[in-house]
């Protein structure tokens, strides 16, 4: 079964610190993805990776960076946290091809910016 | 861009009552189509998927959807809750050979005992 593992369940860091989330897959997935997920908005994609060192931007990708030095590894970076960045994020993975493959989840990161 | 409307945002059902929520989308071209489930403190999980063929399809749970091209819907349907389907329920999808996944803003359904 894939194990989609998130370093944190639950995180509280202050404004304007350099934030790091961490993402391992173990199924060899190409792409892996972050969302945040915010009540009433569902999951909204920030970045996503379909490759080792490579990176497209999602639909709110502002704030934010990713680093994929690793094919099973995706971070997230929130450069300086801002509280407006207080979350739920969750990573996913899925192998590449027609995109017919359903997306894998972690438990998710609630990430609190104080 | 692309979007995915989920209408109903909270649900309330007494046990035994049947399902329906609803999914639409915007894009044009094909899709594959998929409900997630994430049961409280847990992850999304996936309930079903759509790629081709049939478009009833069958999930885990006892849950299905119809996918109805020409409504650009894939309902979710169940004929019979039960307690533990209470959790939030997400419609995503998918544009054929492309890699991103768009998410709709979930239905919470609540089960009454």
């Known amino acids: 079964d894939v194990k989609v593992t998130q370093s944190s369940r639950y995180l509280v860091k202050r404004t304007g610190e350099k934030v790091f989330l961490e993402c391992v897959q173990d199924m060899d997935h190409e792409n892996m993805f972050w969302y945040r997920q915010d009540p009433g908005l569902g999951l909204r994609l920030i970045y996503f990776s379909y490759d080792v060192k490579m990176k497209e931007k999602g639909d709110i990708p502002e704030g934010y960076s990713v680093s994929r030095e690793k094919k099973e590894r995706f971070s997230l970076i929130l450069e300086s946290a801002s509280t407006n960045q207080t979350s739920m994020y969750l990573c996913?993975?899925?192998?590449?091809?027609?995109?017919?493959?359903?997306?894998?989840f972690g438990d998710g990161t609630r990430l609190s910016i104080l | 861009a692309q979007s995915v409307s989920q209408h109903n945002h909270h649900v309330i059902l007494s046990e035994a009552a049947s399902l329906e929520l609803g999914c639409n989308y915007s894009?044009?071209?094909?899709?594959?189509l998929f409900w997630y489930v994430q049961y409280p403190g847990q992850h999304l999980q996936l309930l079903l998927k759509?790629?081709?063929?049939?478009?009833l399809v069958k999930g885990i749970k006892g849950f299905e959807a119809e996918f109805i091209k020409s409504k650009f819907s894939f309902n979710l349907r169940k004929p019979s809750v039960q307690w533990s389907d209470t959790a939030e329920y997400f419609c995503?999808?998918?544009?054929?050979?492309?890699?991103?996944?768009?998410f709709g803003s979930g239905t919470k359904l609540n089960v009454k005992p």
């Open positions: 996913a993975s899925s192998p590449t091809g027609q995109g017919n493959q359903p997306q894998h």
């Open positions: 759509y790629f081709s063929g049939d478009p």
């Open positions: 995503a999808v998918n544009p054929y050979n492309f890699n991103k996944f768009y």
């Open positions: 894009y044009g071209g094909t899709v594959n």
